[in-house]
């Protein structure tokens, strides 16, 4: 059967080839590997870096409002039926 339509061909044709490179885009090359970290050594300073942002944990800046608190949660996000609870519990007043 001959193809009368060579326009709506070839934009399917393209279609194709760009869902093609796209999976073919999302394949992994090698395996990564990451070096375990045994041990962790807190460090202080007594003094800011300078030229990086930093917080000093141990100053105390008052009550943290409660719109602050949020979680980034999205379609690739499961809360399975036993952490629909804890989830509930935890405090998170917004979900992004």
Known sequence: MPIKNWA?????????AIMILTLVACQGGGLNTVEPITTLI???????PKGEFWIDPSQD???ISKFVLGANHG????LGASNIDPAKNSGITFLR
């Not at 709506?8 to 194709?16: P, Q, T, V």
């Open 8 to 16: 709506s061909a070839k934009l399917a044709l393209f279609i194709y």
């Open 61 to 63: 800046l008052g009550k």
């Open 75 to 78: 379609p690739w996000s499961d």
């Open 42 to 48: 807190p460090t202080t300073f007594s003094t800011p």
